[in-house]
C-alpha cells in the first residue's frame, strides 16, 4: 500500500513537472517573439513628455473647434472610451462623408512602425497633421487651426509652457507634436497574456494557452509579433488567396497608392493586434464584424490553411487575452470660443 501511494505521488510529480516544463517552454517561445506593454509610455525621440505637453495634447484631441465645423475632434472617430476607435466599419467626417477605411485604434499606436493601414506617415506627429486637413474627416487648414488656437489666451499660454524657449510656439506643428505626447500616454499594461509572460500561469486559461501555440505554430506570429503583435511590416493582404472584393474592396490598392510600385499592390500593414476584442469591425474595409471570422478569413487568405473550428475558437480566445487596462482621461475642459475665433463652418456644407 505503501510502495503503491509513493508511486503514485511520484507519478503526480512527474506529471506536474512536465506539465510546467511545458508551460515554461510556451512561455520561452513566446517571449522570443512578443513584448509586454510597458508600465510607463515610451521616450519618444524629440519629443519630451512634460506634463504640460501632455495636458495640452490631450485638450487638442477633444477639441472640436480643431474641425470646420465645431462638432468633430479626434475622439470623435478615436473614441477614447470605447477602445480608441469608432466602431463603425468606415468612419463619417465633415458633411456626414464616408471616408474609404476603417478607424484603427489610437491605443499602443506609439508602438508602430509607421501609421495608417498604408503606413504613409512616419509616426504620430506627422499623422496628426492629416485628419485635421482631410476633406472627408476635419476639413480644416493650417492656418485656421493657428487663428483658432490663437484667439483663445489660454491656448497661447499652454502653447508656451509646453514649448518653452520658442518665439512663437502656436504652429501647426506644434499642435500635432503636442497630440502626439498625450497618444504616448494611450497605452494598456496588464493584459492577461502580458500577467502570463511576465510568470503568472493562471492569469491565462489552457484553451487560451492552446489557441497561443496554435497562433505561433500556425504562422500568425510571422506577420503579428513584437510589442503590439503587428504594426511593424507590411504584407499583401490576400498573400496566398484573395479574399473577396466584400473584404478587400479592388478600389484601394494600399501601399501602391504610396510607392506607385508594382509589388506594393494590394499591400498593407500587419495590424497590431493589441485589443482587437474593442475594435470590431475588422479588417481596413471594416468588413467583418466577428473575430473569430476574421481569423478564420486570415488563415485562408495569408496562410492558405483551413482552420477548423476548434483552431479558429482557441486562437480568437487567445486573442482575447491581448486585452490591457485602457487608461482613464479625465475630460479636458476647454477654453470659451472668443470674438476672434474662426466661426464654425456648417457640417451640412460639402462644398468647404
Ligand atoms: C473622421 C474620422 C477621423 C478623425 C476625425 C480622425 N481620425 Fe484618425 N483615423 C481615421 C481613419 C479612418 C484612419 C485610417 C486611415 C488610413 O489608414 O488611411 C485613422 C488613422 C489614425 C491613426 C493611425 C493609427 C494606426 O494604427 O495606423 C492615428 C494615430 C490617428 N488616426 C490619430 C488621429 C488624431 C490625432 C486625430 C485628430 C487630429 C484623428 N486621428 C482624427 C479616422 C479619423
Ligand atoms: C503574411 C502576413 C500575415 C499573416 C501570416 C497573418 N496576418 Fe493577420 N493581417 C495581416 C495584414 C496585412 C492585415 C491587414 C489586412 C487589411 O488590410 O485589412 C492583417 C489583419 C489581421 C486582423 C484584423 C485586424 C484589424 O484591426 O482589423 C486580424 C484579427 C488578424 N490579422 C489575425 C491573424 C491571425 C489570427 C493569423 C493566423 C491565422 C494571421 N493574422 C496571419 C498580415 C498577416
Not at 192 to 209: I, V
Not at 262 to 286: K, M
Not at 297 to 317: F, P, R, S, T, W
Not at 321 to 346: C, D
Request: aromatic content about 8%; some cysteine.
Amino acid at each position: 500500500m505503501k510502495r503503491k501511494i509513493s508511486l503514485l505521488t511520484t507519478a503526480v510529480c512527474l506529471s506536474l513537472a512536465s506539465s510546467v516544463a511545458m508551460a515554461d517552454a510556451l512561455r520561452d517561445r513566446a517571449a522570443a517573439m512578443f513584448e509586454a506593454i510597458p508600465q510607463e509610455p515610451p521616450v519618444i525621440d524629440g519629443n519630451e513628455l512634460t506634463p504640460e505637453k501632455v495636458e495640452l495634447g490631450k485638450m487638442l484631441f477633444f477639441e472640436p473647434r480643431l474641425s470646420a465645423s465645431h462638432l468633430i475632434s479626434c475622439n470623435t472617430c478615436h473614441n477614447v472610451g470605447f477602445g480608441g476607435d469608432d466602431y463603425l466599419p468606415v468612419s463619417i467626417g465633415h458633411g456626414w462623408q464616408q471616408g474609404p477605411r476603417n478607424a484603427p485604434t489610437v491605443f499602443n499606436a506609439v508602438f508602430n512602425a509607421a501609421q495608417f493601414w498604408d503606413g504613409r506617415a512616419a509616426d504620430l506627429a506627422e499623422q496628426a497633421m492629416g485628419p485635421v486637413q482631410a476633406g472627408v474627416e476635419m476639413a480644416s487648414t493650417p492656418e485656421r487651426v493657428v487663428d483658432t488656437l490663437n484667439s483663445m489666451p489660454e491656448y497661447i499660454e499652454r502653447f508656451k509652457a509646453s514649448f518653452p524657449g520658442q518665439d512663437d510656439p502656436v504652429t501647426f506643428k506644434n499642435m500635432a507634436v503636442a497630440i502626439e505626447a498625450f497618444e504616448a500616454t494611450l497605452i494598456t499594461p496588464n493584459s492577461p497574456f502580458d500577467l502570463w509572460l511576465g510568470g503568472d500561469d493562471a492569469a491565462m486559461n489552457d484553451e487560451q494557452k492552446e489557441g497561443l501555440a496554435l497562433f505561433m505554430d500556425k504562422g500568425c506570429a510571422a506577420c503579428h509579433a513584437g510589442v503590439n503583435f503587428g504594426g511593424q511590416n507590411y504584407f499583401p493582404f490576400g498573400l496566398v488567396k484573395r479574399p473577396g472584393a466584400d473584404i478587400l474592396p479592388e478600389g484601394d490598392r494600399g501601399r501602391f497608392e504610396v510607392t506607385q510600385t508594382a509589388t506594393d499592390d494590394y499591400v498593407f500593414r500587419a495590424s497590431p493586434l493589441r485589443n482587437i476584442e474593442l475594435t470590431a469591425p475588422y479588417f481596413h474595409s471594416g468588413s467583418v464584424w466577428d473575430l473569430e471570422e476574421a481569423v478564420a478569413v486570415m488563415g485562408v487568405a495569408q496562410l492558405g490553411a483551413e482552420l477548423n473550428d476548434e483552431e479558429v475558437h482557441k486562437i480568437a480566445e487567445f486573442l482575447r487575452t491581448l486585452t490591457g487596462e485602457t487608461p482613464t482621461v479625465v475630460y479636458p475642459h476647454l477654453p470659451v470660443s472668443t470674438r476672434e475665433t474662426p466661426r464654425p463652418v456648417s457640417m451640412l456644407d460639402t462644398t468647404y
